[in-house]
């Protein structure tokens, strides 16, 4: 995943840096035993390309009790292809059926043209302004 993750173009809208395998092993350890609390989940799931299985990239997840809050990277090589699209939705359509969470969102900055693409194809409309630069997205399940 460090490999996967190391552009520093993938950074330009949000707040993190390209982290070595050993850094980037370091922080998953930290951020599962931080969130894995009775009430915020943190999960991740490494998108992988059939059928080699390579990864690129990942998807987020903050499961709180009444909200998912999702984000998404895609190595450069690979964006373009609606991968982030599906990877979210999957997490999403499983989160839903698992743990009944009928809330996703997502907090995007308003120059991230993709990723607000990405919302816009996972049915997402903008709630609220976030400061600064950034939008709050949800979508309500039926
Ligand atoms: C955001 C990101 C994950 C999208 O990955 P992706 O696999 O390319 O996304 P998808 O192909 O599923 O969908 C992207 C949509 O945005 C559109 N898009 C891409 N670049 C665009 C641009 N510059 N202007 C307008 N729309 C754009 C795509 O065309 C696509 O929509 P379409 O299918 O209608 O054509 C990827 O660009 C990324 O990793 N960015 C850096 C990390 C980041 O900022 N993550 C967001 C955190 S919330």
Not at 6 to 25: F, H, N, S, V
Not at 102 to 119: C, E, H, K, L, M
Not at 121 to 130: S, Y
Request: charge should be negative.
């Amino acid at each position: 995943m460090a490999r996967i993750l190391a552009d520093p173009a993938l950074y330009a809208y949000i707040d993190d840096t390209p982290l070595d395998e050993e850094q980037l092993a370091a922080r998953y350890e930290s951020q599962t035993s931080r969130w894995d609390s009775a009430t915020t989940k943190w999960r991740n799931w490494v998108v992988r390309l059939k059928p080699a299985q390579c990864a690129i990239g990942y998807v987020q997840a903050t499961i709180e009790p009444h909200e998912c809050i999702l984000a998404w990277v895609i190595n450069p090589q690979w964006q373009g292809n609606g991968y982030a699209t599906e990877a979210a939705l999957g997490v999403i359509e499983q989160t839903y059926a698992q743990l009944g969470i009928t809330r996703f969102s997502s907090t995007i900055d308003r120059r991230n043209a993709p990723s607000r693409g990405v919302a816009q194809h996972l049915g997402m409309a903008i709630a609220a302004e976030r400061c600064g630069t950034e939008d709050y997205w949800t979508m309500d399940m039926e």
